[in-house]
């Protein structure tokens, strides 16, 4: 079952193991210059609210009831990152208005490995965008569906999906108990690293996300195989993206302020990241390489620049690594 | 009320709006003898399968897990989702027997996954 508590959603497999069990988190944070420069890791600003979609049916197009899932705020242009915590192991495919963000291919339930269409958590901790080339990502960029600027058009000619799509599988019982309980037989704590890029605690409806500036980020590839993953016990999660402003109108709730931009942040004097870890990383996507980003596709049209756009200089880059994990950014 | 009371109940009160609700022809749907379907109806039989008592649900607009309920049956995929860990559903049940529904739909409420 896929449990929402505290804006997290927690994906479990008790019938797998009872240990199987992670959690998605979406991360406000800074949109990056999309003007081609390579940037380190933006900071996590605070979690994005999440709500059922059967809280608010009555509010919410029919689409959106019948995909089922959640809703979060987003402004236009606004950027996320998508969190990933738990120990188990657990492979997540995300995709953006049902491409997939790490091969760029068309949605399906089921795993691929030719190529990887998957990250496995927790060697992965976070994804931010689009996988564009071999260690680098696009950010993801909330623009509204229909004017073209969204992956999901650019690459299918159709604004039909818009939102975020997940699906997790957990490790095959077996396999987690071979790699991770060998020999055990009192439950005992398997010490492995739990990454938390932490932060703060706490127009059109339907958005899609869009590619933004360039980051460097790697993802990992699988190293236990595609066959270690029970594909029979997976759950899936449609994540409606919705305009800020008629947020409030269908909750009620006032939706987060709108995020620092990247040149007030760097004013502050706060930290950027650089996460490294010595896993392989995944190539990129030859499709979502080419897709146009934000910046350029306002200029293609003829609309003018992308407001706060400006490139930035950040001074502190702080080195996160396994044993190292926060990527605090109080602002 | 008896199963086979509730069954005619609400099959009489679909026919008084519509005649195709008859025994005949909703025996028919289902794939039963008229015959057998009055004596449900009446009690004089068992409650049927778990498949017929879902056709019958489906065909009524009922709920299954109210009518499979009502006829002393647990469906197949509840008995295997027991079976798995028996012990933990056996507790889990018991604890909740009384239990107020809104504390029931907060323990069940997960994420719907819809079509898509």
Known sequence: MIELMNNQLTFRFPEVHKKAACSIDFQRTLRIPDDNREYPLPPGLGRFPVEHVDDFANKLPDTWRTHGGVFIPMYQSEALWINFSGDYPCAIKIAAGKINAVSGEPWVNRLSDSPQDYAVIPEQPWLDGFNVSEDFIRQFVAMPLGEGFTAEEQITGKAEHGGLQIIAYPMKHDVYVEHFEPNVIIEKYIDMPMFCRETCNYEALDMGLAPGGLMRQEIYEDEYGMDAWDQDNGFRCFVHLANSEQYQMITGHRPPHKPATAKDYIEAGLPWFDYYDDSKALAGSDTLGKLTSVAAKVIEKGKGLLPDNEPVHPKTVKIISKGNVVRDGKF | ?116
Do not use: C, N
């Open chain 2, 1 to 116: 009320m008896t199963f086979g009371e509730y069954i005619r109940e609400h099959r009489e009160a679909l026919k008084s709006v519509d005649r195709r609700f008859s025994v005949r022809q909703v025996a028919q749907r289902i794939g039963v003898e008229p015959a057998y379907l009055s004596k449900i109806e009446r009690g004089d039989v068992a409650p049927p399968s778990e498949a017929k008592i879902r056709a019958l649900a489906e065909e009524l607009g009922q709920d299954p897990d109210v009518l499979l309920a009502m006829a002393g049956k647990v469906s197949k995929d509840l008995q295997e989702i027991i079976r798995k860990r028996p012990q933990l559903f056996a507790d889990l049940i018991r604890q909740l027997k009384s239990a107020p529904d809104h504390a029931l739909l907060r323990i069940a409420r997960d994420v719907r996954d819809g079509d898509w």
